[in-house]
T-cell receptor
């Protein structure tokens, strides 16, 4: 089944403790992207990648890192999480960028206390 | 820069009634437009999209949307609401290939369907 898989689905952590949210797609998509969803703000792009080893900042990149060493994986790294990073995170992938729409993962609900 | 405005963060409709969700966008170039639906505790699912061609676009689950360039709108409709339509709906625009065809989302509209 074609899908984007994120792990974990739920995570509660403490301020300053490094964490990684994994994202993997099995559709051989070039484009991958991370979004965070906050009430009333919709989804905002954190980082995106147009291919292996090609990443760039989105609208809200502060406090996040990403890497794209393989085409299928696009992990999101929070080096020192803070409470304002409490949010619902989505990974998404696409063949042709946004033209035909992205396939989204099921989301990771992160709480930083 | 592109932006998307969804009028109404919450909409309540009766089962069988018309569903109308409003979306207006700003874009400096002809945009690609999307509607996504998010059911509780799930990711976003593509409902329909407009890229080029016919301005009335049909999607899944009986939804359709019309691209009106003069009004910079892409409103979503469904003639008869069903209980299973209760979800949050997001309008999105994409125009900038250099930025990975970033999707810019509206704030979302949560639909409640009353029996």
């Amino acid at each position: 089944e074609a899908q984007v898989t994120q792990n974990p689905r739920y995570l509660i952590t403490v301020t300053g403790k490094k964490l990684t949210v994994t994202c993997s797609q099995n559709m051989n998509h070039e484009y991958m992207s991370w979004y965070r969803q906050d009430p009333g703000l919709g989804l905002r792009q954190i980082y995106y990648s147009m291919n292996v080893e090609v990443t760039d900042k989105g609208d809200v990149p502060e406090g996040y890192k990403v890497s794209r060493k393989e085409k299928r994986n696009f992990p999101l790294i929070l080096e020192s999480p803070s409470p304002n990073q409490t949010s619902l995170y989505f990974c998404a992938s696409s063949f042709t960028g946004g033209i035909n729409g992205y396939t989204f993962g099921s989301g990771t609900r992160l709480t930083v206390v | 820069a592109q932006s998307v405005t969804q009028l109404g963060s919450h909409v309540s409709v009766s089962e069988g009634a018309l569903v109308l969700l409003r979306c207006n966008y700003s874009s400096s170039v002809p945009p690609y437009l999307f509607w996504y639906v998010q059911y509780p505790n799930q990711g976003l699912q593509l409902l329909l999209k407009y890229t080029t061609g016919a301005t009335l676009v049909k999607g899944i689950n009986g939804f359709e949307a019309e691209f009106k360039k003069s009004e910079t709108s892409f409103h979503l409709t469904k003639p008869s609401a069903h209980m299973s339509d209760a979800a949050e709906y997001f309008c999105a625009v994409s125009e900038d290939k250099a930025a990975g065809n970033k999707l810019t989302f509206g704030g979302g509209t949560r639909v409640l369907v009353k029996p």
